[in-house]
């Protein structure tokens, strides 16, 4: 099970958005050899979910009230360290996510960008494909939405 910290971007520990962003290159950058730009000014924006194991970050994702990121609120950098994916941590983050959106933002329409990969993963939470397929950083994406 993790533990789940939710902060805003300003109380962030120095360490804590070290180790945010260790996780998502090591995982969006290296693992999946896309070069990006991670840092793309919208982490101030968000409210950081935060999924740790024995005191390390494991799971991470940012969510985002309606017009930060897309009209709806949204969840983006869905990710979980390669070593813990067979645990099925992603689930606990998203779901962690989606209850912040409840929380924070009173809302139940989420989007989000999917690699079309997790297409299966993100419909067993609820989700739907919108649209067609389209390359995002050179991988294969969908929009997805959840009621």
């Known amino acids: 099970m993790l533990h789940i910290q939710v902060k805003q971007f300003s109380k962030l520990s120095t360490q804590e958005l070290y180790d945010l962003l260790q996780l998502r290159s090591e995982v969006f950058v290296v693992e999946q050899d896309c070069v990006y730009q991670d840092i793309d000014g919208k982490d101030q924006k968000a409210i950081h979910v935060l999924g740790y194991k024995n005191k390390k970050l494991i799971a991470y994702t940012r969510v985002f009230k309606p017009g930060d990121y897309f009209k709806e609120t949204s969840i983006g950098r869905v ?64 929009a997805m939405v959840k009621y």
Do not use: T, W
């Open 79 to 142: 990710v979980v360290a390669k070593n813990e994916r067979q645990f099925k941590y992603g689930y606990d983050i998203m779901n962690a996510s989606i209850e912040v959106i409840r929380k924070h933002f009173n809302k139940s329409l989420i989007k989000i960008s999917a690699q079309c990969y997790l297409k299966h993963f993100y419909s067993n939470l609820g989700f739907i494909p919108k649209g067609k397929e389209y390359l995002e950083d050179g991988i294969p994406h969908i």
